[in-house]
């Protein structure tokens, strides 16, 4: 299943559909925390550090990149997930001590 969530992920990006790309990633990230799977959230992190700069890139006027969301005060949901990522790992780390 993350696999293809990932893979699900990737050709939203591509097809520049990037709230399907994040929701997937997301999806992948609760998936792999489930699990306990500290290298699947490691790599769900990569991918979103990865998607946003690429989105920053190449669509700046997307709602997603960071200049549309620093235009309107608002939230960048690819940073919050980056958050979440490393709040999981923190936790998944924790429960191994």
């Known amino acids: 299943m993350y696999s293809r969530l990932i893979a699900i992920s990737q050709e939203a990006l591509e097809s520049a559909y990037y709230e399907t790309a994040y929701h997937a990633l997301c999806a992948a990230m609760h998936y792999a925390y489930i699990q306990s799977d500290e290298h699947r959230l490691e790599m769900v992190g990569q991918a979103a550090k990865a998607q946003l700069d690429w989105i920053d890139a190449n ?7 960071t200049q549309s969301v620093m235009k309107r005060s608002g939230v960048n949901l ?3 997930l980056l958050t979440q990522v490393h709040a999981d790992l923190v936790i998944l780390r924790q429960k191994k001590r």
């Open 59 to 65: 669509a700046k006027e997307h709602k997603m990149s």
């Open 78 to 80: 690819y940073n919050s």
